[in-house]
């Protein structure tokens, strides 16, 4: 079964190893997920979900801690 990443609108394979799905990547898993809090909660200073785009690995991950996301959760 194959859907579209909610983020980036490509095909990704609905499959368990992609702890990922629907998103294609985690990138896209946190983008969407900052535009879900930005919707719901419309905290001053969060940033903005196309900056995540442009962050390094260590940025997101440390934008992570910031929003309590624990990335081992499916
Ligand atoms: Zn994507």
Redesign the pocket.
């Known amino acids: 079964m194959k859907v579209k990443?909610p983020?980036?609108q490509?095909e990704v394979v609905w499959q368990t190893s992609n702890t990922f799905r629907p998103?294609?990547?985690e990138r896209?898993k946190l983008i969407d997920l900052g535009e879900w809090a930005d919707e719901n909660n419309r905290i001053a200073g969060k940033p903005d979900p196309s900056q995540m785009e442009n962050m390094t690995d260590e940025e997101l991950f440390a934008l992570m801690a910031k929003m309590q996301v624990d990335p081992t959760q499916d």
């Open positions: 990443c983020s980036c490509t998103f294609c990547s896209c």
